[in-house]
């Protein structure tokens, strides 16, 4: 088994979009039924777990076309795409490329923090208070759950940086580079892709043979 430290790394390459597929729904019944096996192992320094989010980029040809405005952020740089396919209808896929850049500075912050197990807590609250299906998949909505889990909105802000700027940002880069395969590691390419310890399980992921799989990696490590 690939065991590069004393510690369990795992990711969840996922998706703040809950209306996209079912596989939206999968990865929201993932983190509901995970969660509190995620605090656990983090709390108790078996396992580092990292949130990851696929963007992509638009080509600088078509930067200044409709398609490119609605689906991205920072001038083309970071997209994802409309989930109704209707550029004038819902939401659009700049608003979801907003809120994963949310997701992972709500990481970041709470891993500074000391409590990098909060992170399941944000993504968990959000689903549930801030859907789509319920018109409140908003910035207002997602700064509420920010501020009852006693993180700092301010530092938060401070690590999205500003999404219509023209200008690379540096949390999303780091994630389009992160998709990308290195050694025997293929490119992230489908949701939800799961990596443990460098070997990715792609697609419908279960809690009983993911936790199972962590296990492994925790009795191998004696």
Known sequence: MPHPDERVEYELWTNSNDECSPRCGEQVAFVRSFRGHAQILERGGYARFTPHYITWYCPEAFR??????SQCINHGR????D????FGEGYEGKQVVVENLRQLCVHRVA???????AWWDFAMDYKLRCSMKEKKYSKAC???VVASLGLSLEKVLACMGDPDADADNAVLSKEQEDQIGRGSRGDVTILPTLVINDVQYRGFIKVSSELSIILAYLLFRY
Not at 64 to 69: D, K
Not at 83 to 86: F, M
Not at 111 to 117: A, R, T
């Open 142 to 144: 997602a700064e509420e």
């Open 111 to 117: 891993n500074e923090s000391g409590l990098p197990w």
């Open 83 to 86: 989930r109704e396919e209707d």
């Open 78 to 81: 970071y997209c994802a795409p």
């Open 64 to 69: 200044l076309t409709r398609q490119c405005q």
